[in-house]
C-alpha cells in the first residue's frame, strides 16, 4: 500500500496517477473529495481529512509500505513555521508508529539552510526531523521553483497587462516542472531500491530570467509585447495581503524573494544529468496557455 499525501496537488495527484496506472494500491490523503474523485475513479482509497489530525492520519498510515509526504503550503497561516512544524510533527509521529518503510517527502532547494529561507525554514525543520526515523529510507527532494507557481500571475497579466513578481528581471534561475518532480518521486517509489537517507535535488530542464520567461509566455497567450515588471517589496506585499495571504506569510515569501536577488539561495547550485529534468519551460507555457483561456 501507497499513502500520498497533498494528492489534490500538482504534484501529488500526478504521482497517485503514476503508481495506480503502475497497478498499486493507492491511498489518497486530501481535505476535498469532490477534487480526489478523479482518482477515485481510477482505484485509489480515498481518505479525507487534515494532516494536522493525528489520530486520522495514523488511521491512514496503517499498513503502508511506502509514502510521499509533504507539507501543503497555508496562506492564511498566522505564524507559517508554527503551522509547518505542527504538520511536520504529526507526519513524523505517524511513520515512525507506522514503521513505513519507503518514504519519499517534498523538500526544497536550500533545505539544508537554516537562516534567510523564507518558507523554506519550515523544510529545513521536517528534514531534519525524518532523518531520526531510523530505520527508514528516506529521500528528500529538493526541487528548485515551480513553473506553476506562475500560474499565479494570471490575474496580474489580464488585469494590468503585465507579468510581475519582486525578483529580478535578469537573474537567471533554475525553474522545473511539477510533473517532473511527480515522475522522480514514483521513480523512487516504484523501485523501492534506496536505502538510508538520500537527497535529490531538481533544477528543471534549464535556467531562465523572469524576462525570458514573460517573453516565452506571451508568445503563448498572443501577447507579443507582454512586459515583465520587477514589483518592489512593498507592493508586493500589500498584494499579497490583499490577495488574503496573511502578514507572516507575506512577509516570508518577500525574505526568500530578497535572498534569491541578492544571490543566497536558488542561484549557483551546480547543474547535473542527476539534478537536470527534462520539461523545457516552452512546453509549460502550452499549459499556461489553456489556463490563460480558462479564466
Known sequence: MYVITGATGNIGGKLAKMLLAAGKRVRVVGRDVD???????????????????????????????????????????????????????????????????????????????????????????????????????????????????????IHLIKTKGINGTPLKGDLALPVVATKDIARVASEYLLGLGFKGVLVRELLGQRNITMTEMTQILGKAIGLDNLQYVQLSYEDAGRSMIEAGFSRDVAQSLLQLYMSINQGIVILGNKRTNNNTTETPFEEFAETFAAAYSAN
Not at 478523479?38 to 479525507?48: H, K, S
Not at 509500505?65 to 503550503?73: H, R, S
Not at 530505520?135 to 500560474?151: D, G, K, Q, S
Open 35 to 153: 477534487k480526489l474523485e478523479p482518482l477515485a475513479q481510477r482505484g485509489a482509497e480515498v481518505c479525507r481529512g487534515s494532516l494536522q489530525d493525528e489520530a486520522f492520519l495514523a488511521e491512514t498510515f496503517q499498513g503502508a509500505k511506502a509514502a510521499y509526504v509533504m507539507i501543503p503550503p497555508n496562506h492564511q497561516a498566522e505564524n507559517l513555521r508554527a503551522y509547518q512544524n505542527r504538520v511536520g510533527e504529526v507526519i513524523f509521529t505517524v511513520l515512525k508508529n507506522a514503521r513505513v518503510k519507503y518514504i519519499v517527502n517534498l523538500s526544497s532547494l536550500d533545505a539544508h539552510r537554516p537562516d534567510k529561507t523564507g518558507p523554506i525554514l519550515g523544510l529545513y525543520d521536517q528534514e531534519q526531523r525524518l532523518n531520526w526515523l531510523g530505520e527508514a529510507n528516506l529521500v528528500h527532494l529538493r526541487p528548485t521553483f515551480f513553473m506553476e507557481n506562475l500560474l499565479n500571475n
